[in-house]
Nanobody, 115 residues
């Protein structure tokens, strides 16, 4: 059973930076895709960025050039470096793992950007 634990959220001023971490327990596979999603109040959950085991990345247009997703396979950890944060980035950020036709979610971490 895979478990995902996110950390790194918090309160930051607009223009600031945060780094989120997602640590996965359990067995990892070469076909895994790990992503960061976010959900703001009253809005649907949306993809922020995802990354494959081989390192291929994908970003939402709204975060391109500001956010960077990366992974450390030795630590089973995926990071989301968020720079130049805006008020509209405020949301609960979730880590998601797609593995062998199953989907796993973390519990979420709150990111609040004050303007």
């Amino acid at each position: 059973q895979v478990q995902l634990v996110e950390s790194g959220g918090g309160l930051v001023q607009a223009g600031g930076s945060l780094r989120l971490s997602c640590v996965a327990s359990g067995i990892m596979y070469s076909s895994d895709v790990t992503g960061w999603y976010r959900q703001a109040p009253g809005k649907q959950r949306e993809l922020v960025a995802d990354i494959t085991v081989s390192g291929r990345t994908n970003y939402a247009d709204s975060v391109k050039g500001r956010f960077t997703i990366s992974r450390d396979m030795t630590k089973n950890t995926v990071y989301l470096q968020m720079n130049s944060l805006k008020a509209e980035d405020t949301a609960v950020y979730y880590c998601k793992l797609d593995q062998l036709r199953r989907v796993y979610w973390g519990q979420g971490t709150q990111v609040t950007v004050s303007s």
